[in-house]
């Protein structure tokens, strides 16, 4: 556990009592949030085509993003979409540091903007709380901590039922809600479980998500450097610190700071900002907001504590685009060109051909030679689809062995069929021909078949 979450004397977790500065930036995160929170909460129930706008069903292995349906058969896609989100992560992370934890972490809007507010509503500010978990235990405090944890069960539990529409879809979720539930005892199960997970975090757990458990804290260390905007404090201007006189000294010179120690004490994660960049930082920009209301107090010019890089303050450099910003950059715009080329050209049924291995061709009656062949179709849509198999010469006919039948939504289905070519079509060794999966007459694929005959030249 870090510096900033240990009472360094008992070597026990310090709890957290940030204080709150509604700043031009936090103004702005609430702006943030607020947007977050609507699309959370209504997403599984908004429809783009009738589909959900994100579904994560991996029970049914059912994924849809933007209305868009995909099944395990697009795997390469997840796989290339998780790459681009890294190596967007790096570039964010180079260029800004770790802005994306503050600003759009579910685990920061929820804590700071939800379970906070409410927790201030119901117990008060920072000051009134810390004074209340350390009185005794009256009436007054009994009412207000458990009317407080009644709150955070009843958020987590619409948290965990909206979370798990993302997982099962809306409509599932609905079942569960208004059916008995002797009839889904593994929904409602689930629904609890999650219920208790996300109130263990934001009651109990809460910054430590953020500086122990997460990963992507120690990540930002090996990955930002000199050039990196971070929340920083202005040393040079800031230094040597110290309390505000009334008649200052000419001869003793200050810097701007007057260390109030208001920056820490608004810290959701308690670190002294002063002190550098720290993993625990998450670059709230609650130490800013802070930082600027004392500098117009005392006719001092804001950011004192802003966006800064190592260069900036040091050397008087100007924010740049770096050569290894730009290499990020490239790697991005071609992977999201693939991706989205990927994407575009996708078909919701896709055929796959591939003639018998280790088998001649035979002769049929009427003058026909003729190949086997194995094929599956893969249907990727969210319907069952009856299709076609076509071929653009009409003097090739298709004999089939197994016949396809209906293939279900998001199912597969194989077959076997022959290619009867006539004799005296056959000219060459190995012949291509071209097969067309049709559906409702509009050809969605083509492929080539190699058919082996005899040369009649």
Same mark, same amino acid.
């Given at each position: 556990m870090t510096d900033a979450t240990l009472d360094n004397r008992e070597g026990k977790r310090k709890w957290m009592y940030p204080l709150l500065r509604a700043g031009i930036y936090y103004k702005w995160r609430s702006a943030i949030s607020y947007v977050y929170l609507i699309f959370f909460f209504a997403g599984p129930f908004l429809r783009i085509n009738g589909q959900p706008l994100l579904l994560l069903n991996f029970m049914d292995r059912q994924f849809v993003l933007l209305g868009q349906v995909f099944w395990p058969q697009d795997i390469f896609l997840f796989v290339l979409a998780t790459l681009v989100f890294l190596v967007c992560v790096v570039l964010f992370t180079i260029a800004f540091g770790r802005i994306f934890c503050g600003w759009i972490c579910p685990q920061t809007i929820f804590m700071e903007m939800v379970f906070r507010k409410v927790e201030t509503w119901i117990e008060g500010d920072a000051n009134t709380r810390k004074k209340l978990d350390a009185g005794p235990w009256t009436n007054n405090k009994i009412y207000k901590k458990t009317a407080k944890h009644i709150a955070f069960l009843l958020i987590s539990f619409l948290i965990a039922n909206t979370f798990l529409a993302y997982l099962i879809g809306s409509a599932s979720l609905i079942k569960i809600i208004i059916e008995p539930v002797n009839l889904h005892w593994v929904g409602f199960f689930s629904i609890w479980v999650f219920t208790f997970i996300f109130y263990a975090v934001y009651s109990q757990v809460r910054e430590l998500v953020c500086t122990v458990i997460c990963p992507y804290g120690r990540l930002q260390t090996v990955l930002i450097d000199k050039n990196t905007l971070v929340v920083a404090y202005n040393d040079v201007r800031g230094e040597p610190r110290g309390k505000l006189e009334r008649n200052p000294n000419p001869l003793n010179l200050k810097g701007d700071c007057v260390d109030c120690g208001l920056c820490v004490s608004v810290c959701p994660t308690g670190i002294d900002i002063r002190e550098g960049t720290?993993?625990?930082?998450?670059?709230?920009?609650?130490?800013?907001?802070?930082?600027?209301?004392?500098?117009?107090?005392? =006719?001092?010019?804001?950011?004192?504590?802003?966006?800064?890089?190592?260069?900036?303050? =040091?050397?008087?450099?100007?924010?740049?685009?770096?050569?290894?910003?730009?290499?990020?950059?490239?790697?991005?715009?071609?992977?999201?060109?693939?991706?989205?080329?990927?994407?575009?050209?996708?078909?919701?049924?896709?055929?796959?051909?591939?003639?018998?291995?280790?088998?001649?061709?035979?002769?049929?009656?009427?003058?026909?030679?003729?190949?086997?062949?194995?094929?599956?179709?893969?249907?990727?849509?969210?319907?069952?689809?009856?299709?076609?198999?076509?071929?653009?010469?009409?003097?090739?006919?298709?004999?089939?062995?197994?016949?396809?039948?209906?293939?279900?939504?998001?199912?597969?289905?194989?077959?076997?069929?022959?290619?009867?070519?006539?004799? +005296?079509?056959? =000219?060459?060794?190995?012949?291509?021909?071209?097969?067309?999966?049709?559906?409702?007459?509009?050809?969605?694929?083509?492929?080539? +078949?190699?058919?082996?005959?005899?040369?009649?030249?």
């Open positions: 720290q993993l625990e930082c998450i670059n709230c920009t609650m130490c800013i907001d802070a930082c600027d209301e004392v500098m117009d107090k005392i =006719h001092k010019p804001r950011n004192l504590i802003g966006f800064y890089s190592e260069n900036m303050i =040091h050397s008087k450099q100007k924010p740049s685009f770096t050569a290894r910003m730009k290499g990020y950059t490239a790697v991005i715009v071609v992977m999201i060109s693939v991706l989205s080329y990927f994407i575009l050209s996708r078909s919701d049924m896709n055929i796959t051909v591939m003639r018998g291995a280790g088998m001649l061709y035979q002769q049929q009656t009427g003058g026909y030679i003729s190949n086997i062949y194995n094929a599956e179709v893969i249907n990727k849509s969210n319907t069952a689809r009856d299709f076609v198999i076509t071929t653009n010469d009409p003097a090739v006919k298709i004999k089939y062995i197994q016949a396809p039948g209906k293939v279900a939504a998001g199912g597969s289905v194989k077959m076997m069929f022959f290619l009867m070519v006539p004799t +005296a079509n056959i =000219h060459t060794l190995k012949t291509d021909i071209k097969l067309n999966l049709t559906l409702n007459n509009k050809v969605l694929q083509t492929v080539s +078949a190699t058919f082996v005959g005899p040369t009649n030249d």
